[in-house]
């Protein structure tokens, strides 16, 4: 615990724009902290998809400075992309899913590519597919699978693999409210017992109540505010355990 970095993301006025179109985000500077749970708001067409992008490394800002796990992401070469996403575990609004494998396939492959011992890999995969209601369906492929349960694959191969960091656009949006409760339950206790730092995307204000200890992060037409002061003074640290998630 105590070598653990004083921050896990930094942007530093940070601009983006998609060709010469106008900025869609703009002077973005915060600091992001290991163990901490944010929530991220705003309308629809704030920036949410876009900033979540800048965390994923699926876009490059136009301008100003990131770093990731120590790491400046301006002048790291795009061949070190790879190794750093490792660290991360992402939930797409398309949920992403390799369309001829299985629900357990889908949620194996990190730990696979990974290297992870096929023994450990059958009772972790089987484990979180029980935990989120799809221990019948794991043989299924995607096609013949519910919106919803689609979604709840994606999730599953995101957090499967406990990493440092995981973010979220809309991941309860096609699952009824028990289940997207039962969701954020699975997100808090990877923020808890792992210490992952976790980004939830949201349009859906009565999920920021759920997890008490979140953070909030609202974006309004391309900009930062900061309504629980989380961008800036860093939160208690979380507390771990050696429980498994």
Same mark, same amino acid.
């Given at each position: 615990?105590?070598?653990?970095?004083?921050?896990?993301?930094?942007?530093?006025?940070?601009?983006?724009? =998609?060709?010469?179109?106008?900025? @869609?985000?703009?002077?973005?500077?915060?600091? $992001? =902290? %290991?163990?901490?749970? =944010?929530? &991220?708001?705003?309308?629809?067409?704030?920036?949410?998809?876009? $900033? *979540?992008? $800048?965390?994923? *490394?699926?876009?490059? %800002?136009?301008?100003?400075?990131?770093?990731?796990?120590?790491?400046?992401?301006?002048?790291?070469?795009?061949?070190? $992309?790879? /190794?750093?996403?490792?660290g991360l575990g992402v939930v797409f609004q398309n949920f992403r899913l390799v369309q001829h494998l299985t629900a357990f396939d889908n949620v194996a492959l990190p730990l696979r590519l990974a290297g992870a011992d096929e023994?450990?890999?059958?009772?972790?995969?089987? +484990?979180? &597919?029980?935990?989120?209601?799809?221990? !019948?369906?794991?043989?299924?492929? %995607?096609?013949?699978?519910?919106?919803?349960?689609?979604?709840?694959?994606?999730?599953?191969?995101?957090?499967?693999?406990? %990493?440092?960091?995981?973010?979220? /656009?809309?991941?309860?949006?096609?699952?009824?409210?028990?289940?997207?409760?039962?969701?954020?339950? *699975?997100?808090?206790?990877?923020? !808890?017992?792992?210490?992952?730092?976790?980004?939830?995307?949201? !349009? /859906? @204000? !009565?999920?920021?109540?759920?997890?008490? +200890?979140?953070l909030i992060m609202r974006l309004n037409k391309g900009q930062l505010s900061d309504p629980t002061g989380a961008l800036r003074y860093p939160p208690r640290p979380a507390t771990t355990s050696g429980s498994g998630v």
């Open positions: 615990m105590n070598d653990r970095p004083a921050e896990i993301v930094k942007f530093d006025n940070v601009g983006l724009r =998609y060709g010469t179109d106008p900025e @869609v985000l703009s002077n973005l500077s915060f600091t $992001l =902290y %290991p163990g901490s749970f =944010y929530f &991220l708001t705003g309308a629809s067409g704030a920036g949410k998809t876009s $900033l *979540l992008k $800048l965390l994923y *490394l699926a876009q490059r %800002p136009s301008r100003g400075a990131i770093r990731m796990f120590g790491q400046d992401l301006i002048t790291m070469p795009r061949e070190r $992309l790879p /190794d750093l996403r490792r023994k450990r890999v059958v009772k972790a995969v089987s +484990d979180m &597919l029980e935990w989120v209601g799809l221990a !019948h369906r794991s043989h299924a492929i %995607p096609a013949t699978m519910s919106g919803g349960e689609q979604q709840r694959v994606a999730i599953a191969r995101a957090v499967i693999a406990r %990493p440092k960091m995981l973010i979220a /656009d809309e991941p309860t949006g096609n699952v009824d409210p028990e289940m997207a409760l039962k969701l954020l339950r *699975l997100f808090e206790a990877l923020n !808890h017992r792992v210490g992952t730092t976790v980004v939830v995307a949201t !349009h /859906d @204000v !009565h999920l920021l109540k759920k997890v008490p +200890d979140s």
